[in-house]
């Protein structure tokens, strides 16, 4: 999805959160964005975490820089593979 919607974006951060120590409603909805064109995914099979409030810091147990690749972004080597969106 990254692929999708954020091709040629620099200074990305890519957040782990541990949604049991969120202060603030987390709800997972469609991007905000609409879908650009060729993209291989529809707002209708997407959804993605939005956080109404403010973001407490204890619920970040982890932080990566997220850079685009030769092929595309790819999951960061340092964050668990059990964090990655399906």
């Known amino acids: 999805m990254a692929n999708d919607l ?3 974006q620099a200074d990305l951060l890519l957040l782990c959160i541990d949604e049991s120590n969120l202060s603030a409603e987390l709800r997972w909805e469609a991007p905000a964005h609409p879908t650009p064109m060729g993209a291989n995914h529809t707002i209708e099979d997407s959804a993605f975490p939005h956080i109404y409030g403010e973001l407490n810091l204890e619920a970040v147990v982890a ?10 972004f ?13």
């Open 6 to 8: 954020y091709r040629e």
């Open 74 to 86: 790819e999951w960061p080597p340092n964050l668990p593979q059990n964090s990655r969106p399906d």
């Open 63 to 72: 932080t990566s820089a997220f850079r685009e690749g030769a092929t595309g």
